[in-house]
């Protein structure tokens, strides 16, 4: 079955700069890859997609990019907010058709954004 | 906004009771799974079910069943809770109109002593 790995674990900026996430995942079929923000209390909320006939995707501050070749993809988010503080999980899966809707996680980053 | 809405929101249950988590969407959705998430472990995939009247087990299904009677409850039952059963439990649904994406309920706490 696919594995998906996370890194960081935490991640802790400086409001304003940049933060990146790295995601690998091993299953070469799988071409869905989206990016949840959970905050506390609260049940994961999807906040960027990219599949794989592309390889970037940008909204607003948020980006993702996916190399299939290698098997990894990223999330970056830009000029960072107080608010963007959040537990971040990417997911990989087949994306299509019978049993293969199924999103495997990664275990999560934490990030926290300092004022 | 994800129309999934899950109850209890938290509960406390004793060892060795029986105990079926509510799941319920009101969009319509073919695909519903149900996840658990554990400090350090992620999400994690219990079961899953593709239509109304099928189900399929996920990566962590022992100690767990679900039912599809019909497309809009997802019910997840825990025949006989133990304490590794402690989780945040987690409904979501597929969004057209491929079903892939997930949109996730606000979960329910559940701690069993």
């Known amino acids: 079955g696919e594995n998906v790995e996370q890194h960081p674990s935490t991640l802790s900026v400086q409001e304003g700069d940049s933060a990146v996430i790295k995601c690998t995942y091993s299953?070469?079929?799988?071409?869905?890859f989206p990016w949840y923000k959970q905050e506390l209390g609260k049940g994961p909320q999807l906040i960027i997609d990219?599949?794989?006939?592309?390889g970037e995707k940008k909204d607003q501050r948020i980006a993702v990019t996916l190399n299939k070749t290698a098997k990894h993809f990223s999330l970056h988010i830009t000029e960072t907010q107080p608010e963007d503080s959040a537990v971040y999980f990417c997911?990989?899966?087949?994306?299509?058709?019978?049993?293969?809707?199924?999103?495997?996680f990664g275990k999560g980053t934490l990030l926290t954004v300092n004022p | 906004i994800a129309g999934i809405t899950q109850a209890p929101t938290s509960q406390i249950l004793a060892a060795g009771r029986r105990m079926t988590l509510r799941c319920t969407q009101d969009?319509?959705?073919?695909?519903m799974y149900w996840y658990r998430q554990d400090l350090g472990l992620g999400l994690r995939l219990i079961h899953y079910?593709?239509?109304?009247?099928?189900?399929g087990k996920g990566e962590v299904p022992d100690g767990y069943s679900v039912s599809r009677a019909n497309t809009d409850d997802f019910p997840l039952t825990l025949a006989s809770a133990v304490p590794s059963q402690t989780s945040v439990y987690f409904c979501?649904?597929?969004?057209?109109?491929?079903?892939?994406?997930?949109?996730f309920g606000q979960g329910t706490r559940l701690t069993v002593v």
């Open positions: 997911a990989a899966s087949r994306g299509s058709g019978g049993s293969n809707y199924k999103l495997t």
């Open positions: 299953d070469s079929a799988s071409n869905y």
């Open positions: 990219i599949r794989s006939n592309v």
């Open positions: 969009m319509r959705h073919n695909a």
């Open positions: 079910s593709n239509t109304a009247g099928t189900t």
């Open positions: 979501a649904r597929g969004h057209s109109p491929v079903e892939t994406e997930a949109f």
